[in-house]
């Protein structure tokens, strides 16, 4: 069945909002079978039409997001209803549930909030236990459209809790093909292919994808479970020294549960990263079993009162060198509980830069508890975030290499 | 002239890749006088052949993005080159680029780059000074076609240095319409537009929007520009306590340069933040000036050690409480030379909430050197990420407020 995804928001096209939802959506509608052909962002108001219109004539599920807000510039709902002339009434549950809502949260309701009771036709209601915007679901033909709210929060449990069951009765059969995903690091994504594409391609009925990210490269592939095994044997056999792992999207998401079946306690001390490498490891669900202590120390003086960082190695060798990164790991591990600390320093730019250590060189390390301490300089010439993330990844990878 | 912004990559629409073009593009494209009537997005291959075709039936300016990399699953450029009958030719100089920059990073050059320094027919070529893969850019009759590298690091400075100056050529007027945005802390969504709609929806020929992102809110206005100053006179008086500033992403955009311009210094004490807070000021360039040190404290153990918070103060109350948000705040005061001092305890989830201190709940604390210190509990029962992001512009809208 082919699925179509239709954004509708102005602030996604003026370029005020990144547009999560593609991600979430083809993630979670891998599992169940099917695949997003194609997506559209339009603005609010009547362009919603058109787009309707236009999928309807190509897709038998058609998802679409935003546009249910209590604001005037919220007309999803409308549009729909005269499409496809079904008449607006309100919906005496979903009214009760918005003033309970606004109850508990002790905030004042309005009249415009009023606006989200309000129900099309035969429209089924999709229950949004986390915002005031219900869903709805209808069907028309072989033709099932969703309409679901714009923020994720919102969207993504209705989501999960009330669409994925409806789409389950649709497509009885689930999954007729597979995919997995292998993250490599320390490599570009065109020496990955240069190891791996040859063999990968020979094996028949294999569709092959890569995706770089900053400081990880993901391999893709899709097709039987045959032709998956043996992608598999090519990818762990070419890649091993590199392979970080499957099925996740981040180094992190891979080494927080490794840590915690090790027992094994992770401090950081971070300079030009900012506090980026902390919060990669935080964003975790978990990671308290396993992160201790960050320490984000901008300035010099921060170095050695936070991490006895010796002012004088500072001075002899700058604050992004080697030896100050290896003092800074030394010095996180000495002051937490920690089994390995990790420290970056570096020039994130876009000022700092000199000709011996331009803007983009960074300094890692990595102290061992009862191990010796090991440290790397790379070269990430890139935007300030993109850095800290390279970066960030960068660490990590050294702490993946020392796991083993 | 309407303009569509097309996005290659099956990655996108299989839920690997988060596209972040949509939103450079957006912003970058709106001082020319251009907004994205619609944007689509379709897998690598065959696809981009339909919607470049439909998008040349409506648009005179079509943005594409993607497809031009080293890997045999990049293929925008070949199938441009089919469709409007231009053969493919080796671009000597694009080639010379390719292997300089190779040389340069050390890296090893393999024959699949080689693809990327194939030309279309009569196409100029963009420089990509930050990457293998050119720029392509043609027109045909009064349409204008981009075909703009994928990695949004090699996309930026392309569309900025090269396309961005093509644009101007192309539409000579130059801006016929403005815009402003406001950003709101502290209120929803439909409270903002309790307090602002009305007024606003009678100035004549004003266009509003609402976005709302994790603890803010953007008033967005565009039309004339006496239609903006109306708008301005609205938004200033009516939300005044709760106006950030404008044209701003974010609190933090707003409050590095106004900490840099008062000569103060601000530290950071973060437990369910984890970081977050430091990484979006340090995201800022220039945070250097302003920022000294943050401390993610996890681990109890570290609020004491680190921050000095007393072990009896965290038994007595808990880590999740206001006293222990106000002893992280001043521990991190009192060991940093900041003037200011966040503070953030709270419970992230999914794991951890009790019936007193749900999932969500968070206590923030500023100290304020030379002042007394503030704090305040709230409750954000959203997903991880989403909660340390309500959490950390609530943090930041504290110190917002204390700066007057």
């Given at each position: 069945?082919?699925?179509e995804v239709?954004?509708t928001?102005?602030?996604?096209?003026?370029g005020?909002?990144?547009n999560?939802h593609?991600v979430?959506?083809?993630?979670?509608?891998?599992?169940?079978?099917l695949?997003?052909?194609?997506q559209?962002?339009?603005?609010d108001g009547?362009?919603?039409?058109?787009?309707l219109?236009?999928?309807?004539?190509?897709?038998?599920?058609?998802?679409?997001?935003g546009?249910?807000?209590p604001?005037?510039?919220?007309?999803?709902?409308?549009?729909?209803?005269?499409?496809f002339g079904?008449?607006?009434?309100?919906?005496?549950a979903?009214?009760?549930h918005?003033?309970?809502?606004?109850?508990?949260r002790?905030?004042?309701l309005?009249?415009?909030?009023?606006?989200?009771?309000q129900?099309?036709?035969?429209?089924r209601v999709l229950?949004?236990?986390?915002?005031t915007?219900p869903?709805?679901?209808f069907?028309?033909g072989?033709?099932?459209i969703f309409?679901?709210?714009?923020?994720?929060?919102?969207?993504?449990?209705?989501?999960?809790?009330?669409?994925?069951?409806?789409?389950?009765?649709?497509?009885?059969g689930?999954?007729?093909?597979?995919?997995?995903r292998?993250?490599v690091?320390?490599?570009?994504e065109?020496?990955?292919?240069?190891a791996?594409?040859e063999?990968?391609?020979?094996i028949?009925?294999?569709?092959?994808?890569?995706?770089?990210?900053?400081?990880?490269?993901?391999?893709r592939?899709?097709g039987?479970?045959?032709a998956?095994?043996?992608a598999?044997?090519?990818?762990?056999?070419?890649?091993?020294?590199?392979?970080?792992?499957?099925?996740s999207?981040s180094?992190e998401e891979?080494?927080?549960?490794?840590?915690?079946?090790?027992?094994?306690?992770?401090?950081t001390a971070?300079?030009?990263?900012?506090?980026r490498?902390?919060h990669?490891?935080?964003?975790?669900?978990?990671?308290?079993?396993?992160?201790?202590?960050?320490?984000?120390?901008?300035?010099?003086?921060?170095?050695?009162r936070?991490?006895?960082?010796?002012?004088?190695?500072?001075?002899?060798h700058?604050?992004?060198?080697?030896?100050?990164?290896?003092?800074?790991a030394?010095g996180a591990?000495?002051?937490?509980?920690?089994?390995f600390?990790?420290?970056?320093?570096g020039?994130?730019?876009?000022?700092?830069g000199t000709a011996e250590k331009?803007?983009?060189?960074?300094y890692i390390?990595?102290?061992?508890r009862?191990?010796e301490?090991?440290?790397?300089?790379?070269?990430?010439?890139?935007?300030?975030?993109t850095?800290?993330d390279?970066?960030?990844?960068?660490?990590?990878?050294?702490?993946?290499e020392?796991?083993g």
């Amino acid at each position: 069945m082919v699925v179509e995804v239709i954004n509708t928001g102005t602030e996604l096209l003026l370029g005020n909002t990144l547009n999560t939802h593609l991600v979430f959506l083809g993630q979670e509608l891998f599992p169940l079978g099917l695949r997003i052909a194609r997506q559209a962002a339009v603005p609010d108001g009547e362009a919603i039409r058109d787009a309707l219109t236009e999928a309807m004539g190509r897709a038998e599920i058609i998802l679409v997001t935003g546009g249910l807000g209590p604001t005037t510039d919220d007309v999803t709902r409308e549009i729909v209803a005269e499409m496809f002339g079904m008449p607006l009434r309100e919906d005496a549950a979903v009214w009760e549930h918005i003033r309970e809502r606004f109850a508990r949260r002790g905030l004042a309701l309005n009249e415009r909030n009023r606006r989200q009771a309000q129900v099309p036709g035969d429209a089924r209601v999709l229950w949004n236990p986390h915002g005031t915007a219900p869903g709805l679901y209808f069907a028309r033909g072989n033709r099932h459209i969703f309409l679901m709210p714009g923020p994720p929060r919102e969207l993504r449990p209705m989501f999960r809790d009330v669409v994925a069951p409806i789409l389950k009765e649709i497509v009885p059969g689930g999954a007729t093909f597979a995919s997995r995903r292998w993250l490599v690091c320390g490599m570009g994504e065109s020496g990955v292919e240069a190891a791996v594409g040859e063999p990968l391609l020979a094996i028949p009925g294999l569709e092959l994808g890569y995706c770089a990210r900053p400081g990880v490269v993901e391999v893709r592939c899709i097709g039987t479970p045959e032709a998956l095994a043996k992608a598999e044997a090519v990818v762990t056999k070419t890649l091993s020294a590199n392979l970080a792992g499957e099925g996740s999207d981040s180094l992190e998401e891979l080494l927080v549960p490794r840590l915690a079946a090790l027992g094994r306690k992770l401090a950081t001390a971070e300079s030009c990263t900012g506090g980026r490498l902390a919060h990669k490891i935080t964003g975790v669900p978990g990671a308290s079993v396993v992160f201790d202590a960050g320490f984000v120390t901008y300035a010099n003086a921060e170095k050695t009162r936070a991490l006895g960082v010796p002012a004088a190695l500072i001075a002899e060798h700058g604050a992004v060198s080697e030896p100050v990164a290896r003092a800074m790991a030394e010095g996180a591990l000495e002051r937490t509980g920690a089994d390995f600390a990790l420290a970056t320093t570096g020039i994130a730019g876009p000022d700092g830069g000199t000709a011996e250590k331009p803007v983009g060189t960074v300094y890692i390390a990595l102290a061992i508890r009862g191990g010796e301490t090991r440290a790397a300089r790379h070269f990430y010439p890139m935007d300030r975030l993109t850095f800290q993330d390279m970066a960030s990844n960068a660490a990590l990878n050294m702490l993946r290499e020392a796991l083993g």
